[in-house]
């Protein structure tokens, strides 16, 4: 019995399912799960001493790599100086200035400790700012697993097929409006016919947790279009996208500015924290300025920002995004390839370096299209690159992640797995 194996055994007579977010669990793709030991650049190594090319990248976050040495020296010397106080420091105003800077919707940014705490408060702040409580939400959409938002998930809830979420009443998800992505008329039905009760439309301007789906032509600016005509605010959730698919997030690729951005993951560089913020009148009404409450006591702590700044800084240089793009584009050409030879039916989905391979005919612009996809033969697929040596995230419905840490050699040796994965899902 191998030690990851002992280890998933106890685990789950400790905790729930054994992991600690359900898709860890590999439900969806069959077998225990391994444990991670340790990772270096893109390798992680089990707790038995097997090595794998990791395109799950802690999902998403680790855009350097792992244990990038100048993001851990920041962290150990934050560390050093006091894990957390309670109180303001240098680094958090730090950090704001760089998010203002980067991200064009931010004129003020409140930090927070998670993607989940993000989206919450700025549907909260959205409420409290309009005076409304009608949300709109995209069918298969993740934004963290808070009660108003889990009404017809993606990510982990898709994987699950979990219809719905035993300990969500009714009269909370009563006024979250939900419409399939990539289907601007729906918004526009909706606020037809509620023209004044809609708080904000809140989406992931490339969505990730039904896979990735990239906007359709029109689709962002014409959401944005009737968020301004009906006094909406528009929420872009970009705790994915953010720092990800370009330095100032999806809405600089798309060129549409919302009125609130959502963040986490790349923010943070592997490190626990999350920021949302926007126009300024509106985040002028979050606690102590304004009336909407929102706080956290680890919010902004020395160590999450010291990690957060030095994987930040290092995105800045120029050239950065087009090496990371030439990266995945190898990787996605390749598989298109090793994909035709095998006589595998599959579409890719790819904005810069996030890629989805979908299996089965037909193009994924929204999540019921993803839904069509065999998650048989993904499975088939993914339990043979495991057994290359090559980790890719456990569910048909999840993003892969390329990093500044993948080399030419691990993307071929990623290639060459592929060559006989595809005959094995074929």
Not at 119 to 137: D, M, N, P, Q, W
Not at 261 to 280: C, D, E, F, H, S
Not at 284 to 304: F, M, R
Request: proline share 5%; with cysteine.
């Amino acid at each position: 019995m191998s030690k990851s194996s002992k280890l998933f055994a106890e685990a789950c007579n400790l905790i729930p399912g054994g992991v600690n977010s359900p898709v860890r669990a590999w439900n969806a793709v069959g077998g225990d799960p391994f444990f991670v030991s340790r990772a270096k650049g893109c390798i992680l190594t089990d707790a038995d001493g097997k090595n794998y090319i990791d395109y799950v990248c802690s999902w998403g976050p680790l855009i350097l790599g792992h244990a990038h040495p100048v993001v851990v020296k920041a962290v150990q010397e934050a560390a050093s100086e006091g894990l957390t106080f309670g109180a303001p420091t240098e680094r958090e105003v730090q950090i704001a200035r760089f998010l203002v800077d980067a991200v064009p919707s931010l004129e003020k940014v409140r930090l927070v400790n998670s993607g989940t705490e993000a989206t919450l408060s700025a549907i909260r702040l959205a409420r409290g700012f309009t005076g409304r409580e009608k949300i709109v939400k995209m069918i298969g959409g993740y934004h963290g697993h808070h009660d108003a938002l889990l009404a017809s998930a993606g990510s982990g809830v898709a994987t699950l097929a979990i219809p719905s979420t035993p300990g969500v009443p009714e009269s909370v998800v009563k006024d979250t409006l939900l419409v399939p992505y990539n289907d601007a008329e729906a918004v526009a039905r909706v606020f037809a016919a509620a023209p004044e009760d809609v708080a904000c439309v809140i989406l992931e301007p490339v969505a990730g947790n039904m896979g990735v789906v990239p906007p359709s032509n029109g689709y962002l600016e014409t959401l944005r279009e009737l968020c301004d005509r009906y006094g909406a605010l528009l929420i872009f959730d970009e705790v994915m996208t953010g720092f990800r698919v370009h330095f100032s997030g999806a809405q600089a690729l798309y060129g549409v500015t919302p009125d609130l951005t959502t963040l986490g993951k790349i923010v943070g560089g592997g490190m626990p924290m999350g920021a949302y913020g926007g126009r300024a009148d509106v985040m002028s009404k979050i606690a102590p300025e304004g009336p909407v409450y929102q706080a956290g006591t680890l919010s902004g702590n020395p160590v999450a920002t010291a990690c957060g700044l030095a994987t930040l800084e290092m995105l800045k240089p120029d050239g950065f995004y087009a090496m990371l793009e030439e990266k995945s584009r190898v990787l996605e050409e390749g598989l298109r390839k090793e994909a035709a030879s095998a006589g595998a039916a599959i579409s890719i989905n790819r904005v810069g370096s996030m890629l989805t391979v979908f299996f089965g005919e037909g193009e994924v612009t929204d999540f019921a299209s993803a839904c069509e996809s065999d998650s048989e033969r993904f499975a088939a697929f993914w339990r043979a690159m495991l057994k290359e040596g090559v980790y890719l995230p456990p569910s048909q419905f999840e993003a892969w992640f390329v990093s500044a840490s993948h080399t030419n050699f691990e993307i071929e040796k990623t290639l060459r797995a592929a060559h006989n994965a595809f005959r094995a899902a074929v």
